[in-house]
């Protein structure tokens, strides 16, 4: 079945620190790939997506690139802010049979002034 | 204006209660879901509809019994609840389960307390 790994947190960086959280995954086929974000108290909400090999989403100055031969999606962020504090989640959805998204276990965040 | 609401937002019962989180959504999408997500952040998929019709049943105790009377509401209903039923339930919903990159868009939760 499908499956989704993330490193575990929580992640404490300072502010303008580099960020990488690590996302590999098992699936049959070709997936498409998510970072979900979840601020204290929300609802998760998209970050960004690739949606086949080589692609690389990009928002909000966070990246992640869709590698095939080593099955991952890390996102990185060059200089993160106290603002960016939050539970980051990977996530995958197959393009056949179950079509729900699979998340990781979710990373937590905390940035340091 | 909220694309998918929830409510309650905050639920606290007493075990062996019976109870609904009803959710909508205004985005015209044709795909409602639910998650749980536990204590420790873990999400897990527990049931999902498109355009009125059940896709996805996962093994949920049959205690849990969702229903969507029409393609924008997927409402949750539990019955004789448990302590371990303690948890938020997020909605869900997204354009077509069947098409392309399925981009999902989150409600706020709804954090269930079974005392």
């Known amino acids: 079945g499908n499956s989704v790994t993330q490193m575990e947190g929580p992640v404490t960086l300072s502010e303008e620190a580099f960020l990488t959280i690590n996302c590999t995954y098992t699936?049959?086929?070709?997936?498409?790939l998510f970072w979900y974000v979840q601020y204290p108290g929300e609802g998760l909400q998209l970050l960004l997506k690739?949606?086949?090999?080589?692609d690389k989403g990009s928002n909000k100055g966070f990246e992640a690139t869709y590698r095939k031969e080593t099955t991952s999606f890390h996102l990185e962020k060059g200089s993160v802010q106290v603002s960016d504090s939050a539970v980051y989640f990977c996530a995958l959805s197959d393009r056949t049979g179950r079509r729900a998204l699979t998340f990781g276990s979710g990373t937590r965040l905390q940035v340091q002034p | 204006d909220t694309a998918v609401s929830q409510t309650p937002k905050y639920l606290v019962t007493q075990m062996g209660n019976d109870k609904s989180i009803k959710c909508e959504q205004n985005?015209?999408?044709?795909?409602m879901y639910w998650y749980k997500q536990d204590s420790k952040k873990f999400l897990k998929i527990m049931f999902s509809y498109n355009n009125k019709e059940l896709i996805i049943n996962e093994t949920v105790p049959n205690r849990f019994s969702p229903k969507s009377p029409d393609k924008a509401h997927l409402n949750l209903h539990i019955n004789s609840l448990e302590l371990g039923d303690s948890a938020v339930y997020f909605c869900?919903?997204?354009?077509?389960?069947?098409?392309?990159?399925?981009?999902?868009?989150f409600g706020a939760g709804s954090r269930l307390t079974v005392l």
């Open positions: 699936a049959t086929g070709y997936p498409s």
């Open positions: 690739a949606t086949k090999a080589d």
């Open positions: 985005l015209g999408h044709d795909t």
């Open positions: 869900a919903s997204s354009q077509d389960a069947f098409a392309g990159a399925n981009v999902l868009t």
